[in-house]
């Protein structure tokens, strides 16, 4: 066990040493702070104290006002369909005084879970480090000292993917948490469990922030460690960090066209991608394909994934380590 | 002392259809050091990759004190230390970094020890510095390093005199001697080039195509030097032959009708003597010098696969 905590060491000297790993870092960082500029700027900032209740029903006038107008703008036939731009905010806005409700201003913790879309390029910087941590070692040519050692090479295997999941925990967190800063120091912080009012399928409803935060990130961390696993088995077996950073990639990218394009076939569920997103089985979501449960989509996901574990450790334990 | 430190039995390797060891065998003593030659292409690399586990073995075993690396992995490796190919370190860390990753990998190695194979191969004032800034003789001398790390009882080194000069290999010869005369480890060297590391060779191997021509000692070889290959054509032979024994204890051998027989340069014209004073007919008299690197050329022979 210690003998393994000092590979996890070694992975860790090995990855943290190089600037490649830090320049991904200093990119979130400028990602973030971007966004936190960028909804710095679109936010209102309308102050919801004491008096919210006619505040509220000032905005709804001025908004039914705007809708009206553009109403008059357009053609009979379509302001029938179209009740107009302001409807979403004016209905939210109603929710809001029917239930009592005081709205939440725009927060440190709201930005967190907007960022939710960064896992993406959580899960981008996941796959270049899992496509790369075994393929390097063979590029490099360190893999012949790496494996004359007295340790199995399954240990040392095992050590690389623990160090690429923990990458993406580190990385995640670091979004979290650098997140949660910028956007304290551009929208300040509103309480330390904040709710708000979402639309969710149609109606609205007041929810947890963190609990939001919670599920949003904790959905897309499935895709994230299927992607890194698999770009991890591919860098495996052809010893070549670009054909797996490559390949992951694009199937990530093309994940759900992928499932479309093969909607109708009977096979079409056992897909990976049709079962990555578990939220399609949350409430009021309806999955891919009509007879998919939560229960199936989970063995789904387990197969595959240990398949790709299965394979990774076949490739890397059995075969020769020849030169190129 | 003769015991075994490592032992291959008949080992051989198929790749494909292609038989790249054919029925290998050999043993290395503690504190000796084995010269491996052969041509490029001969398979010396792919013998080491397979001593190291690197590669399994299609047949037959290696025995590293006595342990199979087939069956016994983990306590055969312990013993060994290598450089496979080249000695590629990470470019991106200091030369200290890259051995404190390699020794996190053995139990109980201490910073002293680390610090004591860096003194021993010279690389003191460069420790702090990036592998890639590196010369080649100086990752040689890295890779020896890491190898030396755990004290292993075998040290393998695969052309650890590439691209050195003269006053590296010089230096690598004056610590594998030491290591092998003080440590008692049984060294093992490739090198296609034989002038290189006979000086540091106990004994010699030679590989080509994947066999083992021969192995020889090279305080034997080293006899040999001195003497001459001689080639005469006299008559009659019969006679010759026994005047070569009797008055001068050599042994001649008859080949295409001439006389052949080894001798030093200074009693060549004693036996011509001896032979005109017995009325022998002398013809022709040839003289070949045959110094180990001939002898090697001799066994490669000329078509040497590249
Ligand atoms: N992975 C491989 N696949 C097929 N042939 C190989 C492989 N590795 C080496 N060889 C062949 O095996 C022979 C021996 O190579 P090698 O052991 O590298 O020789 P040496 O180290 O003596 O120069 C060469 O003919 C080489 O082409
Ligand atoms: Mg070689």
Redesign the interface.
């Given at each position: 066990m210690s003998?393994f905590f000092?590979?996890l060491?070694?992975e860790h000297?090995?990855l943290y040493?190089?600037k490649s790993t830090w320049i991904m870092y200093g990119l979130l960082a400028i990602i973030i702070v971007g966004l936190g500029l960028l909804s710095n700027t679109f936010t209102n900032d309308v102050e919801y104290d004491d008096n919210w209740r006619e505040t509220l029903q000032e905005e709804n006038e001025q908004l039914i006002k705007e809708n009206e107008e553009f109403q008059e703008n357009m053609a009979n036939g379509d302001a029938e369909i179209y009740a107009g731009p302001n409807s979403h905010l004016i209905e939210k806005n109603n929710y809001y005084l029917e239930n009592d409700i005081q709205p939440t201003p725009y927060d440190a913790w709201q930005f967190v879970m907007e960022n939710e879309m960064l896992l993406s390029i959580v899960s981008l910087l996941t796959i270049i480090i899992a496509a790369g941590i075994v393929a390097h070692e063979f590029k490099?040519?360190?893999i012949?000292?790496?494996?004359?050692?007295?340790?199995?090479r399954a240990k040392i295997l095992l050590s690389k993917y623990v160090t690429v999941l923990l990458f993406a925990f580190y990385t995640l967190c670091f979004v979290l948490i650098f997140s949660w800063i910028v956007g304290a120091l551009f929208f300040g912080v509103a309480g330390m469990s904040p709710h708000i009012v979402i639309n969710q399928n149609g109606d609205f409803a007041q929810v947890s922030v963190l609990s939001e935060i919670m599920s949003g990130y904790g959905y897309k961390l499935i895709n994230l460690v299927m992607m890194a696993t698999f770009a991890f088995m591919i860098s495996t077996i052809f010893r070549n960090s670009t054909i797996a950073i490559g390949l992951a990639i694009f199937l990530m990218m093309a994940g759900n066209s992928i499932v479309t394009f093969f909607a109708d076939r009977a096979w079409a569920k056992y897909i990976l991608f049709a079962n990555t997103d578990l939220s399609q089985y949350a409430d009021g979501n309806s999955p891919w394909i009509d007879d998919m449960t939560l229960q199936f989509s989970i063995s789904v996901l387990v197969v595959y994934y240990i398949i790709f574990l299965a394979l990774s450790w076949l490739f890397f334990t059995k075969r020769?380590?020849?030169?190129q | 002392m003769t015991e075994q430190a490592m032992e291959l039995i008949n080992v051989r390797k198929q790749?494909g259809k292609k038989e790249i060891i054919k029925d290998l065998s050999f043993t290395i003593q503690k504190g000796e050091v084995f010269g491996f030659i052969g041509p490029n292409g001969a398979g010396k690399?792919?013998t080491i990759?397979m001593m190291?586990?690197?590669?399994?073995l299609t047949d037959g075993d290696v025995r590293i004190l006595g342990k199979s690396i087939k069956t016994n992995?983990?306590?055969a490796?312990?013993e060994?230390g290598?450089i496979?190919?080249?000695p590629?370190?990470?470019?991106?860390?200091s030369g200290w970094?890259n051995l404190q990753?390699?020794s996190?990998?053995?139990?109980s190695i201490t910073k002293e020890r680390i610090e004591e194979v860096v003194r021993l191969v010279g690389l003191e004032k460069v420790i702090t510095e990036k592998v890639g800034r590196y010369s080649l003789g100086m990752r040689q001398r890295l890779g020896i390093a890491?190898a030396l790390l755990h004290k292993p009882s075998v040290l393998i080194l695969d052309e650890p005199t590439n691209g050195l000069d003269p006053a590296g290999i010089r230096e690598i010869r004056h610590y594998i001697r030491r290591l092998a005369t003080e440590e008692n480890v049984a060294v093992i060297i490739s090198s296609h080039l034989l002038a290189e590391i006979e000086q540091m060779c106990d004994r010699i191997g030679i590989i080509k195509n994947g066999e083992l021509i021969t192995t020889q000692s090279v305080q034997d070889t080293m006899e040999q030097v001195d003497l001459q290959q001689v080639e005469m054509e006299v008559s009659p032979i019969e006679q010759a032959i026994d005047l070569l024994k009797e008055k001068h204890e050599l042994n001649a051998t008859e080949k295409d009708g001439t006389l052949h027989f080894q001798s030093t340069k200074e009693v060549i014209p004693v036996i011509i003597q001896t032979f005109v004073q017995h009325e022998i007919a002398i013809y022709q008299v040839g003289v070949s010098k045959t110094t180990l690197e001939d002898k090697f050329f001799d066994l490669i022979g000329e078509n040497a696969i590249e």
């Amino acid at each position: 066990m210690s003998r393994f905590f000092h590979l996890l060491i070694n992975e860790h000297m090995k990855l943290y040493i190089r600037k490649s790993t830090w320049i991904m870092y200093g990119l979130l960082a400028i990602i973030i702070v971007g966004l936190g500029l960028l909804s710095n700027t679109f936010t209102n900032d309308v102050e919801y104290d004491d008096n919210w209740r006619e505040t509220l029903q000032e905005e709804n006038e001025q908004l039914i006002k705007e809708n009206e107008e553009f109403q008059e703008n357009m053609a009979n036939g379509d302001a029938e369909i179209y009740a107009g731009p302001n409807s979403h905010l004016i209905e939210k806005n109603n929710y809001y005084l029917e239930n009592d409700i005081q709205p939440t201003p725009y927060d440190a913790w709201q930005f967190v879970m907007e960022n939710e879309m960064l896992l993406s390029i959580v899960s981008l910087l996941t796959i270049i480090i899992a496509a790369g941590i075994v393929a390097h070692e063979f590029k490099w040519g360190t893999i012949k000292l790496l494996l004359i050692r007295p340790i199995t090479r399954a240990k040392i295997l095992l050590s690389k993917y623990v160090t690429v999941l923990l990458f993406a925990f580190y990385t995640l967190c670091f979004v979290l948490i650098f997140s949660w800063i910028v956007g304290a120091l551009f929208f300040g912080v509103a309480g330390m469990s904040p709710h708000i009012v979402i639309n969710q399928n149609g109606d609205f409803a007041q929810v947890s922030v963190l609990s939001e935060i919670m599920s949003g990130y904790g959905y897309k961390l499935i895709n994230l460690v299927m992607m890194a696993t698999f770009a991890f088995m591919i860098s495996t077996i052809f010893r070549n960090s670009t054909i797996a950073i490559g390949l992951a990639i694009f199937l990530m990218m093309a994940g759900n066209s992928i499932v479309t394009f093969f909607a109708d076939r009977a096979w079409a569920k056992y897909i990976l991608f049709a079962n990555t997103d578990l939220s399609q089985y949350a409430d009021g979501n309806s999955p891919w394909i009509d007879d998919m449960t939560l229960q199936f989509s989970i063995s789904v996901l387990v197969v595959y994934y240990i398949i790709f574990l299965a394979l990774s450790w076949l490739f890397f334990t059995k075969r020769d380590v020849a030169g190129q | 002392m003769t015991e075994q430190a490592m032992e291959l039995i008949n080992v051989r390797k198929q790749i494909g259809k292609k038989e790249i060891i054919k029925d290998l065998s050999f043993t290395i003593q503690k504190g000796e050091v084995f010269g491996f030659i052969g041509p490029n292409g001969a398979g010396k690399t792919t013998t080491i990759r397979m001593m190291v586990g690197l590669m399994k073995l299609t047949d037959g075993d290696v025995r590293i004190l006595g342990k199979s690396i087939k069956t016994n992995y983990k306590e055969a490796i312990r013993e060994v230390g290598a450089i496979v190919e080249n000695p590629e370190m990470y470019p991106f860390m200091s030369g200290w970094r890259n051995l404190q990753h390699f020794s996190a990998m053995i139990p109980s190695i201490t910073k002293e020890r680390i610090e004591e194979v860096v003194r021993l191969v010279g690389l003191e004032k460069v420790i702090t510095e990036k592998v890639g800034r590196y010369s080649l003789g100086m990752r040689q001398r890295l890779g020896i390093a890491q190898a030396l790390l755990h004290k292993p009882s075998v040290l393998i080194l695969d052309e650890p005199t590439n691209g050195l000069d003269p006053a590296g290999i010089r230096e690598i010869r004056h610590y594998i001697r030491r290591l092998a005369t003080e440590e008692n480890v049984a060294v093992i060297i490739s090198s296609h080039l034989l002038a290189e590391i006979e000086q540091m060779c106990d004994r010699i191997g030679i590989i080509k195509n994947g066999e083992l021509i021969t192995t020889q000692s090279v305080q034997d070889t080293m006899e040999q030097v001195d003497l001459q290959q001689v080639e005469m054509e006299v008559s009659p032979i019969e006679q010759a032959i026994d005047l070569l024994k009797e008055k001068h204890e050599l042994n001649a051998t008859e080949k295409d009708g001439t006389l052949h027989f080894q001798s030093t340069k200074e009693v060549i014209p004693v036996i011509i003597q001896t032979f005109v004073q017995h009325e022998i007919a002398i013809y022709q008299v040839g003289v070949s010098k045959t110094t180990l690197e001939d002898k090697f050329f001799d066994l490669i022979g000329e078509n040497a696969i590249e």
